[in-house]
């Protein structure tokens, strides 16, 4: 079967943490969101940074916990999937739920990202056709993770370099003209906030289902925590990409958002329509939106890169588990990579991408909608696998944990509670009931197959038995 090589370094791992939040959302999404929200899209943001960091602490709970109890056992000492704590503290059928839920999200993001990467180079070079700029990336990005996983990390990181380095002028710029002490740039002050209506215009339930806006745009956090696996010392990893993403997450979304309005009048859609383009130029930066553009299409190629490896990943593990055809756990090549889950996840990622030319209004559209409330389920399930995971674990073992939940259980049931509240909340606004009863039915839909599935593999063990009783 194989295994994965350990040829990520620390600083893959640290840089993966980081660029893994700064999408497209930030760049391309901020602005609808302050735009349905007001100035209270801050609150939103900071909730949504709020629920991902503790999520984070959570899986590096079980992470590190896992390793522990691994050495412990005398087995393996090597970081599982949170497909896999769902299933060993839930139970089986979470376990299937998490994994297939959370690789169909990545494998549909990396669809996307191709199709929007496809329609950039039309846009930019007429003669390059859609759909050949989208199969050329992703086939490029294919071989990038098949090669090694190290290839992987150098990319990303480079790639995730150019992200973290756009935000930081754009932060630095916007502080500037907000102190008054950019030349040629007159201030608004705090007044802004609640000049146009007040600081929560539509009121308190835009706050929340904003929120499920924000976790698809900031939802990638999580892949350094898969990453470290494959790292020269996943313990210490694990540790050090949770740390990076606590700050970093406040830093780079709420701090962005808060210059934004801070700036721009909530209402107004034109300026907010690529609100990091539109105040870089009213800083005095000419080729600011060519160059936010050059950043969103490397950003997409980021996500792309990122999606799929984490949906390989997913895939391997799920195979190792058995809720995925085995031919997926197999390691084919010697620099340790799980080539089959590699192309399975691509071939379905093309898949999702033509259908994005042949049905966007349909079917492309029921797969989008799914996502965003999808990933909140996955959350909610890794909330309460911790619960479980860290009962079981303080029966077992007095080993010090690397690192803790905080104020265990209490914020462990809060974050339940808001993730749930989030979720329901979709289907009090018309332009996220669809995405409600998408999501809903199909996470009730992969619960049902794997009862199914379940009953269809036991049975020939039971007809064996019968016989063998009436014999």
């Not at 150019?162 to 754009?170: G, N, R």
């Not at 710029?173 to 907000?178: E, S, W």
Request: aromatic share 12%; charged share 10%; net charge positive.
């Amino acid at each position: 079967m194989g295994a994965l090589q350990k040829s990520l370094k620390t600083r893959h791992i640290t840089m993966i943490s980081i660029g893994g939040v700064i999408g497209t959302g930030l760049f391309v999404g901020t602005g609808k969101n302050i735009l349905s929200t007001g100035p209270a899209a801050v609150i939103s943001y900071a909730i949504a940074c709020l629920l991902i960091v503790l999520i984070m602490q959570m899986v590096g709970e079980m992470a590190s916990g896992e390793i522990v109890l691994g050495k412990k056992s005398g087995g393996s000492a090597e970081l599982g999937s949170f497909a896999s704590y769902a299933g060993k503290y839930i139970g089986p059928w979470a376990g299937f739920t998490v994994g297939w839920l959370y690789w169909a999200s990545w494998v549909f993001i990396v669809g996307l990202e191709a199709a929007l990467i496809g329609g950039m180079l039309h846009n930019w070079f007429p003669m390059i056709p859609t759909w050949l700029g989208s199969v050329g990336i992703t086939l490029l990005m294919t071989i990038v993770n098949i090669y090694s996983v190290k290839s992987f990390g150098e990319f990303e990181y480079w790639l995730s370099f150019v992200k973290v380095t756009a935000i930081i002028v754009f932060l630095v710029v916007g502080i500037a003209m907000i102190l008054g002490i950019w030349p040629n740039y007159e201030p608004k002050g705090l007044g802004i906030l609640t000049g146009f209506g007040g600081f929560a215009p539509n009121g308190i339930v835009p706050i929340l289902t904003s929120i499920v806006f924000v976790i698809f745009s900031i939802c990638g956090a999580e892949v350094a925590a898969i990453a470290a696996a494959e790292s020269e010392n996943p313990a210490k990893n694990i540790v050090r990409a949770i740390r990076n993403v606590v700050f970093r997450l406040g830093l780079f979304f709420v701090g962005s958002v808060a210059i934004m309005v801070l700036i721009i009048p909530w209402n107004d859609s034109k300026m907010l329509s690529a609100p990091y383009a539109n105040i870089l130029t009213m800083a005095g930066l000419p080729i600011a939106a060519q160059l936010i553009q050059i950043v969103i299409f490397i950003s997409l190629i980021s996500v792309l890169n990122s999606a799929l490896y984490t949906s390989s990943r997913m895939l391997l593990e799920m195979s190792r588990q058995g809720d995925a055809p085995k031919i997926f756990s197999q390691i084919k090549n010697r620099r340790g990579v799980p080539v089959p889950a590699v192309i399975g996840s691509t071939v379905v990622a093309y898949i999702c991408a033509m259908l994005y030319f042949i049905s966007p209004e349909v079917i492309f559209y029921f797969l989008g909608n799914c996502v965003g409330g999808l990933m909140i389920a996955v959350y909610i399930f890794i909330a309460i696998s911790q619960i479980r995971f860290r009962r079981y674990y303080d029966k077992v073992s007095d080993e010090p944990l690397s690192i803790r939940m905080w104020l265990f259980p209490y914020l462990s049931y809060v974050t339940i509670g808001i993730l749930t509240v989030v979720y329901l909340c979709q289907a009090l606004i018309e332009s996220l009931r669809s995405q409600f009863y998408l999501s809903t039915f199909v996470l009730i839909g992969s619960v049902v197959l794997f009862m199914i599935m379940r009953k269809l593999s036991t049975r020939p063990a039971e007809q064996i038995e019968e016989k063998l009783a009436s014999e």
